[in-house]
């Protein structure tokens, strides 16, 4: 038996990963915005199930939640950073409220959640985090230049504090699903447009989206037996894509990346001082 602590277990991946663990055993501690939303679950799973409310924009709220987490269970041994949100517009488009907000859910609040977690993990000897980023952690579309903004913003806070704690015995894997079918889209905000836009890439994206030409194929249940799987492996894999567009949109993404550097080899390689110019610095 594993105890975990989730964010943002109220739907989606959160809610299909809070009820895998309980019904195969486990323990969860689970953070919502409303812990009425877990109600059913907290009758059928009892003492295994710990719901704290949490929003992850509130600094304080965080601390509290991961060490009543602590306290209840005794230990952590998967913590997973899960809660956050999409914007979608041109980012001209965006609000300043919009634009604060999803950094100070997704970016923010991912940062200080395993902020607060590393601590107790250090004290008990180690344990995994899991962050899920996004195949939008590795590209980019049109239209989600926000939320691509705290994916790749993520990607390398958790890339580098995974170097920092590795000694420690706390290991991390970045979680990349693609396009799947969860209730992302419902909790989607849409930017208030604007006319300059019309006929530009992020309105055909949306359309796409609204007129059921963007297929979706990725299975949210299938993903979280892959996540839950990714925790049995003796090393814990940095990175876990998930989905058949994902992988092929990442893997261009990388090779178009390497390509682009391999071309600019010579302008690299020519900008450093030479060993003549440097023994004289």
């Known amino acids: 038996m594993k105890t975990w602590m989730i964010t943002g277990a109220n739907s989606g991946f959160g809610r299909i990963l809070t009820e895998t663990l309980l019904k195969r055993g486990d323990r969860v501690a ?4 409303r812990p009425e939303a877990l109600a059913d679950l ?12 949490l929003d992850l924009r509130n600094g304080p709220q965080i601390e509290a939640a991961v060490g009543e987490a602590f306290d209840r269970f005794g230990r952590i041994d998967v913590a997973v950073s899960n809660a956050g949100y999409g914007v979608f517009g041109a980012a001209e488009e965006a609000s300043e409220e919009e634009l604060t907000q999803i950094i100070e859910t997704n970016l923010i609040g991912s940062i200080r959640f395993i902020r607060a977690l590393l601590p107790r993990l250090r004290a008990q000897g180690g344990g995994r985090v899991l962050q899920v980023a996004s195949e939008g952690g590795q590209i980019a579309y049109p239209g ?13 806070f958790v890339e ?9 015995g706390i290991e991390f894997t970045l979680i990349e699903p693609g396009a799947t079918r969860t209730n992302f889209a419902a909790g989607l905000v849409v930017s208030k447009p604007l006319q300059a836009y019309e006929g530009t890439p992020p309105r055909a994206l949306l359309a796409a989206a609204e007129n059921g030409t963007w297929v979706i194929a990725g299975d949210p249940v299938r993903m979280v037996d892959a996540i839950v799987a990714s925790t049995e492996l003796a090393e814990a894999p940095l990175r876990l894509t998930l989905g058949v567009d994902a992988y092929h949109h990442v893997r261009k993404a990388l090779s178009d990346r390497l390509a682009a550097l391999e071309a600019q080899k010579d302008v690299a390689l020519a900008s450093d001082y030479t060993p003549a110019e440097l023994s004289r610095l």
């Open 30 to 33: 689970a953070t919502v915005r």
């Open 144 to 156: 989600f230049s926000l939320y691509h903004a705290t994916k790749w913003g993520i990607e390398g």
């Open 42 to 53: 907290s009758a059928d799973y009892g003492d295994r199930l710990l719901v704290l409310a």
């Open 160 to 168: 580098s504090v995974a170097q920092e704690v590795r000694g420690f």
